[in-house]
């Protein structure tokens, strides 16, 4: 462990920001799943469940310049997905009618909808 909370491997090439089961998103597949089919050392999650969190964090309203690339690399066929990368980003997030067309196939999707609407009214209180 480093003195930030992140953890790395010998070489320093590898970089593990842990998060906590308790504060995992309830958008995204459940903790218990993902660890179970986590991948190689340090494990990594599996390319599907990473689909998964790249498309709810799209339906919350996370940069689409970052987001798009690291969803191209391992969804490939994911239906839900391909609603993602073919939108056409405004403001660099996914359009609410796209984020809407997520969630309808995605249920688990709507919380960070939800996340996203309660910062887009707080944003237009101040």
Do not use: C
Request: glycine share 6%; hydrophobic share 45%; proline share 10%.
């Amino acid at each position: 462990p480093r003195g930030d909370g992140h953890w790395v491997n010998a070489a320093g090439d590898v970089i593990v920001d842990p998060l906590p089961v308790e504060r995992w998103p309830r958008a995204y597949p459940p903790a218990a799943g993902v660890i179970e089919r986590a991948e190689g050392r340090p494990p990594v999650a599996s390319a599907a469940d990473r689909t998964q969190v790249f498309v709810a964090d799209a339906v919350g309203g996370r940069s689409m310049a970052k987001l798009a690339p690291k969803l191209r690399e391992v969804a490939a066929g994911d239906r839900i997905a391909a609603i993602v990368l073919r939108a056409t980003p405004r403001r660099d997030a996914l359009p609410w009618r796209s984020a809407l067309q997520v969630v309808v196939r995605a249920p688990r999707t709507r919380h960070a909808l939800l996340e996203r609407i309660r910062e887009r009214l707080r944003q237009k209180k101040r």
